[in-house]
């Protein structure tokens, strides 16, 4: 008998996970419409400017693991004797 699969690793869960996720990204961009906004520098009154801000940071902060990962990076062989 096939042991069964944790249900985060299932196909079908991922694909729903990603719809949801997907589902609460777009009613928070369409919130912007129907929310007035307290914005103390211009640019945050641009529409979706959290989203895109998060998104930004988000890849800013891959990126920049990825380089300290070049530099802080050890041979394979660092613990052996």
Known sequence: MKPQQHWLVRPK???????????ILALTLVANFF????DYF????????????GFIT?????VIAKVLGIFLKR???YYDE
């Open 13 to 23: 869960t991922i694909r729903l996970l990603w719809a949801v996720l997907i589902v």
């Open 35 to 38: 929310i007035h906004q307290h």
């Open 42 to 53: 211009g640019i945050e009154a641009g529409f979706g400017f959290y989203a895109w801000y």
């Open 58 to 62: 988000c890849v800013a902060m891959v």
């Open 75 to 77: 041979k394979d062989s």
